[in-house]
């Protein structure tokens, strides 16, 4: 397979763009050709064969600009096998038990026919700006919760079903 996938993510404090490169990593674990970039850097989609798209949540919504690139793609989304993947509780959670997206991921999923959604774990920690981001943190909630090795295989099973559907149109 020639073509590329596009992970696009978007991320305030750089922990979900952390896992969007580990989601690229995984990809091209398998032979695929992969571009991870920040969503509100990507213009157009023509490139791309797939998209595996990413937000951090904050208060069950995704972060602005995976938010607009969503919008902005929605025409082209829709042609391309998609994926998502959240990045959020700053608890166990995540790695404990299946975490459904928020109401407005998963209305945006099914509008853009994804394939799946995943939540992983996120992380917040002092380095984070902004006054509510201070708040969590000092009140003790701030933390790593992300499980990289998940990530990982997650972005594999993504790969060999993105691999699967090529080799059933070739």
């Keep these: 397979m020639t073509s590329t996938a596009l992970v696009a993510y978007g991320s305030t404090y750089g922990s979900t763009a952390e896992l969007a490169r580990t989601v690229g990593d995984g990809l091209r674990k398998t032979g695929l050709l992969v571009e991870v970039r ?19 949540l904050y208060s069950g919504r995704w972060q602005r600009d995976a938010r607009r690139f969503a919008r902005r793609h929605r025409r082209a989304l829709v042609r391309l096998p998609l994926w998502l993947f959240s990045s959020g509780p700053l608890d166990s959670s995540a790695a404990e038990r299946d975490i459904p ?44 919760f992300r499980d990289f090795e998940v990530v990982a295989a997650w972005a594999e099973s993504v790969a060999r079903e993105l691999l699967s559907l090529t080799s059933r149109i070739d």
């Excluded at 920040?38 to 951090?56: E, K, M, N, Q, W």
């Excluded at 997206?101 to 996120?122: C, D, E, K, N, Y």
């Design 38 to 56: 920040s969503a509100d850097v990507v213009r157009d989609l023509t490139p791309y064969s797939a998209v595996v798209l990413g937000g951090a």
């Design 101 to 144: 997206p928020p109401p407005s991921v998963r209305r945006l999923a099914h509008r853009l026919h994804a394939r799946g959604h995943v939540t992983f774990g996120g992380s917040l920690d002092e380095r984070a700006d902004g006054w509510v981001a201070r708040k969590i943190v000092a009140s003790g909630k701030g933390g790593d």
